[in-house]
Structures are given as C-alpha cells and as structure tokens.
C-alpha cells in the first residue's frame, strides 16, 4: 500500500481561458513522479526529447477536475519569465481516476507544445 510519504514533489495544475489564451491556477498538491517506462510510444518521445512520466496525486474532489486539456508544472523546478514558466511544464495526456480510489494516476509529457 503506497503512503503519502512519496508525495515529496509539489505540482499545480493550470486550466487554459480559449477566449483569452491565458492560464489559470486550480489546484496545487503533493506528487510522485514515476518514471515512465513502456512501450513504443514511450521510448519515441525520448528519442524526440519529449520526458515523459507517471504521476500520482491524492485521489479528492479538486483533483477529480483535473481534464487533458489542463497543464501541470512541476514547482520545485518549474523556471519563469516573469510570470510564464519556461521550464517544468507538463501537458497532460491521460487522467486515471477510477483505478484505485485513493490515488489519481496522470500521465504527463513534457517538451512538447503547450495547450
């Protein structure tokens, strides 16, 4: 059973404004980030440049919101101009909510265009 001791990384999640193309603040949580290992895809991205990984926040209610076309930035390295972060950010590819009903499980890729 996983405890919340692995959740050392800190993470936000941004939802996009499509009328004004501007980012905004919902949620902000403990992470684990796990390296993603896998199949084709997985290994293609890296050959892109393209970091991708699974992460795993505390299953709630503001988490439950989170939607692929949001954007993760990991705070703990994220880099700004600013106000716009430059590094640390993540567009999210899947969410997993109903695997396991504590935890959520995202899947994130990093180095490509955001949105």
């Known amino acids: 059973m996983s405890t919340a001791g692995k959740l050392i990384e800190r993470v ?5 404004d499509t009328r004004t193309g ?7 949580c403990g992470a684990e980030f796990i390296y993603a290992r896998g199949g084709e895809a997985v ?4 050959l892109e440049g393209r970091s ?3 992460i795993k926040i505390r299953q709630c209610a503001a988490a439950r ?3 692929q ?9 994220a880099t700004y101009a600013g106000d716009v972060p430059q590094t640390g950010v993540y567009n999210i590819r899947e969410v997993d909510p ?3 009903r504590a935890w959520i499980y995202l899947l994130v890729e990093a180095g490509v265009a955001y949105g």
């Open 12 to 16: 936000q999640f941004e939802s996009p």
């Open 22 to 28: 501007i980012w905004t603040h919902e949620y902000e």
């Open 43 to 46: 290994y293609a991205a890296r």
């Open 52 to 54: 991708v990984f699974k």
């Open 65 to 67: 919101e989170i939607l």
């Open 69 to 77: 076309s949001w954007r993760m930035i990991d705070m703990r390295r």
């Open 98 to 100: 109903i695997s396991d």
